[in-house]
Nanobody, 120 residues
Framework: QVQLVESGGGLVQAGDSLRLSCAAS??????MGWFRQAPGKEREFVAA????????YYVDSVKGRFTISRDNTKNMAYLQMNRLKPEDTAVYYC???????????????WGQGTQVTVSS
């Protein structure tokens, strides 16, 4: 059974850092991604990393602040978030796809989400 479990969310102040973790079980995936959804907004792509070549993708608003990584030996993915801003407040979801993509419709498996709240 495939399962993705996120952890590491919390309440922080603007400028602080957080590291989200995603534990994947059941199989390995071509692409691991992070998405977020703020209240009243659609789910938004944040970052993705492909297994085959280690290529990374980021939404413009987090470039230079967030870093996605993965440990293939542990089947884990991470999202290091630095210099957090109030507009980063959202539920963050880990997702996995069998292809290289940033399209949420092409991610088959999703975690339950972890709340990140950034106060000003």
């Amino acid at each position: 059974q495939v399962q993705l479990v996120e952890s590491g969310g919390g309440l922080v102040q603007a400028g602080d850092s957080l590291r989200l973790s995603c534990a994947a079980s059941g199989r390995t995936f071509s692409t691991m991604g992070w998405f977020r959804q703020a209240p009243g907004k659609e789910r938004e792509f944040v970052a993705a990393l492909t297994r085959s070549d280690g290529r990374t993708y980021y939404v413009d608003s987090v470039k230079g602040r967030f870093t996605i990584s993965r440990d293939n030996t542990k089947n884990m993915a991470y999202l290091q978030m630095n210099r957090l801003k109030p507009e980063d407040t959202a539920v963050y979801y880990c997702a996995a796809s069998s292809i290289g993509t940033i399209n949420p419709m092409e991610y088959t498996y999703w975690g339950q989400g972890t709340q990140v709240t950034v106060s000003s």
